[in-house]
């Protein structure tokens, strides 16, 4: 079972931004959405690159290689040339710390 991570505390984690986390080699982005804690692999499905450089808006977050746009609650694509969604995962606020953690092979 994989081990939570620690992202950052809440206080240092304003609402519209995001942090990028290495948690056992893989790269996650988290997102603070409206107080709501998100996170997705920062892969673009597309083409394999960093999604984390481009524009988030809300809940969206754009490629900046190729503009294919994520949904960061779900990992939805929600625009070509990506047609595969990203990896979520679980994130939790743990003595007011905001944590990630891989659970894909547990």
Known sequence: ???WTDVAPAGEFPVGTHQVVD???V???????EGTYYA???????????LTGGPVKGCEVTCPRH???????TGAVLSPPAYEPVDTFP????????QVRDDRWD
């Open 40 to 50: 997705i692999e920062n892969i673009c499905t597309h083409d394999g690159g960093t």
């Open 91 to 98: 994130v939790r606020l743990e003595h007011n710390v905001v």
């Open 27 to 33: 790269s996650i982005a988290v997102f603070n959405v």
């Open 1 to 3: 079972m994989s081990n």
């Open 67 to 73: 503009g294919a746009r994520f949904d960061v609650r």
């Open 23 to 25: 948690v056992e080699g």
